[in-house]
């Protein structure tokens, strides 16, 4: 009997194995990568987007004498509105009118997928005040 004959095939099917699994292994790594940067890209569009909202709260509230107990309530609605973890008590406001001054810190979680454990946590912090027009 010829062994060259019934060993041959048998190399090609482990490469063929190893492929498939560095294959799986490099997919398992680029799903967990996109998922951690779209989570990371998410979080500062909308703290972006959340500080430009603010400022415009924070000019509103200055020029109508609005109180410090309306502006918070009105930052917490837009914070929720871009899904931003923000408690009431993260919101420190001080002065009144043109002296306004908010300064807000908070914190986001980037999660592993899939056992949903953070991996990574995101620090945000902002001082802003009222600003006259120009």
């Not at 406001?93 to 908070?106: A, D, F, Q």
Request: charged fraction near 20%.
């Amino acid at each position: 009997m010829d062994n060259s004959a019934t060993t041959g095939p048998a190399p090609q099917r482990r490469d063929s194995r190893k492929y498939y699994a560095v294959f799986c292994l490099w997919m398992f790594v680029g799903f967990l990568y996109l998922s951690l940067m779209s989570q990371w890209v998410n979080f500062s569009g909308h703290d972006k987007q959340f500080k430009q909202s603010m400022q415009r709260a924070i000019q509103l509230a200055a020029t109508e004498q609005r109180p410090d107990k309306e502006l918070r309530a009105l930052l917490l609605i837009r914070a929720e509105e871009f899904s931003i973890p923000i408690r009431g008590d993260e919101i420190h406001i001080s002065g009144t009118g043109t002296n306004l001054k908010v300064n807000l810190r908070y914190e986001a979680d980037i999660n592993m997928p899939i056992v949903n454990q953070t991996l990574y946590r995101m620090k945000f912090d902002h001082d802003l005040t009222y600003l006259p027009p120009h």
